[in-house]
């Protein structure tokens, strides 16, 4: 089965950087595709960007894309989110997700971690 576990999250000022990882287990890469999500206090979960692991593809929102990327390192199992030109906005609580498939609802996601923009 597939275990993600997320880091890298934190304070950064407006126009930062700063890259999360998704380090993941039981594999994770065999699924169709990995996406990062993010939710702030009180709203809906939100679509960030997702890659299909046996191609490499990606896909963003629009709210981000241009200014974030997600790298992958298939010997370490894990995938990132490099976030570029941060703004206040972006702060929420980013989550990273798995899919069997390259259509349909993620089905194992991890925990969570909190990144907060200054402005």
């Known amino acids: 089965q597939v275990q993600l576990v997320e880091s890298g999250g934190g304070l950064v000022e407006a126009g930062g950087s700063l890259r999360l990882s998704c380090a993941a287990s039981g594999r994770a890469f065999s699924s169709a595709r990995m996406g990062w999500f993010r939710q702030a206090p009180g709203k809906e979960s939100e679509f960030v960007a997702q890659?299909?692991?046996?191609?490499?593809?990606?896909g963003y929102a629009s709210s981000v894309k241009g200014r974030f990327t997600v790298p992958r390192d298939n010997a370490k199992s894990t995938v990132y989110l490099q976030m570029n030109n941060l703004k206040p906005e972006d702060t929420a609580v980013y989550s990273c997700?798995?899919?069997?498939?390259?259509?349909?609802?993620?089905?194992?996601w991890g925990q969570g971690t909190q990144v907060t923009v200054s402005s």
């Open positions: 890659i299909i692991c046996s191609s490499g593809l990606t």
């Open positions: 997700a798995a899919s069997p498939a390259s259509f349909g609802a993620y089905q194992y």
